[in-house]
Each structure stands twice: as C-alpha cells, then as structure tokens.
C-alpha cells in the first residue's frame, strides 16, 4: 500500500474566499489525482495531477476554480478558488502505484465547509 | 459516458449473515474493478480485479469479476458491527488509471 496524507483535514471558510489542500504521497506512487465527495454522493474525479505540467481536469471542473500544482513526484496542491456553499465537500487526493491498472490510494480527505 | 451502477443502495443485516454486494459497468477501455470500504471520510483498498473468475479473498472477504457480463460481487461472511460502512466500487479505465466511482452500497450490521 501507499502512504497519504493529507492537510488540513477539515476547515470552515467565508464564500468569496480560497483554500488551498495539500497532499504528500511516498515515493512508491507515480500518479496523483483529486476527487470531490459532495454530500450523500460518491467520489467524482476533479483532475489528474501532472507532475511539472498542467493537470488534466475532467469535464465540468476548469482550472481557474481548481488550480492544481504537482512541483514533483509526492506532492500536490489542489485550491478551491472563490468558494461558494456549493463546494462544500470532502476533497480527496489519491496515488497510484505503477501505471495503468494499479491499485489507487486515498488520503485521508478534506471536509470543507463554505458558510 | 463510463457508467458504473452499484446494488442495492443500503441494506440492514443481523451479525453473523453474509452478504453480497452487487456492481455492474460499461465503461471503455477497461483496465479494472477495485473495491473500497468507506467508513468515515477517506476511502479504504480492498482488492482490485483484472482478471475474470479468479477470486480475490481476504479473511472474511471475497471478490470476483466477470469481463463477459460485466459486474463484480463483493462477499462477506459472518458479517460483524465493524464492517458496517459504504462499500464503493470503482473502475479504472484508459492509460491514466482514472476510477470512475458507483454510488455505493450503505451496509449496516445489527446485533
């Protein structure tokens, strides 16, 4: 397994504002992704973290809410930019080890909450 | 559109009875099927399938895959309180490994 963490665990902030999520990963991992968990929902895949390059960010998440930073291989920055209540969620980072078909870790997540 | 369809959404059982959790896909360029246990905030590895009619077990826990009907069990025996929690299966698909989530199945196990 990998080993993931993850800060802050949890925060509350004033909408208009930005936060900014952390996530360290050990060296096993090659690929890092976020996901978001809105409330009673499953994980949906924000981005893919490219390590020196622009993340790949799925549809319907754009890279001006989202900016996403990976300076090297174990770790990554995710921000959520001019929150509004509608982002309150469990953001989760994750690695995975080797390339495709491998098994996926999580981070222990970030629950935020946009008042 | 990757799909991936997960019954049932919740279920109640007494300790000591196993139960089977349901997990249905079409999705392209299949790459595997992975299970996690969710409990709290972060989402816990349980097994990841790439292969068809091989199960993958660990203790009380089973899993297998079907690549021709396209779903995935997941068994647990002897149910106990500790393994009540949100069971998520995921799909990985293209070269990038990327997991497209169900919407999980709520167990809750009762004395």
């Known amino acids: 397994s990998a080993v993931i963490s993850q800060k802050p665990s949890r925060d509350i902030c004033q909408r208009g504002t930005s936060l900014t999520i952390q996530c360290q990963v050990d060296s096993q991992v090659t690929m890092m992704f976020w996901y978001r968990q809105q409330p009673g929902q499953s994980l949906t895949l924000i981005a893919t973290?490219?390590?020196?390059?622009?993340?790949?960010?799925e549809s319907g998440f754009v890279i001006d809410k989202f900016p996403i930073s990976r300076p090297n291989l174990t770790f990554s920055t995710l921000t959520v930019s001019n929150m509004s209540p509608e982002d309150s969620s469990i953001y989760l980072c994750?690695?995975?080890?080797?390339?495709?078909?491998?098994?996926?870790?999580f981070g222990p997540g970030t629950r935020l909450t946009v008042t | 559109e990757d799909k991936v369809v997960q019954s049932p959404l919740s279920l109640v059982v007494h300790e000591g009875d196993t139960v089977t959790l349901n997990c249905s896909y079409e999705?392209?360029?299949?790459?595997?099927l992975l299970w996690y246990k969710q409990e709290k905030k972060a989402p816990t590895f349980l097994f990841m399938l790439?292969?068809?009619?091989i199960e993958k077990k660990s203790g009380r826990l089973s899993s297998i895959l079907d690549k021709k009907e396209l779903f995935s069990i997941l068994n647990i025996t002897a149910t106990q309180t500790g393994d009540s929690a949100i069971y998520l299966c995921a799909v990985s698909t293209g070269t990038a490994s990327k997991l497209t989530f169900g919407t999980g199945t709520r167990l809750q196990v009762t004395l």
């Open positions: 973290a490219n390590q020196g390059s622009e993340a790949t960010y």
């Open positions: 994750s690695g995975a080890l080797g390339q495709a078909a491998s098994e996926q870790y």
């Open positions: 999705v392209t360029n299949f790459r595997s």
């Open positions: 790439t292969s068809s009619g």
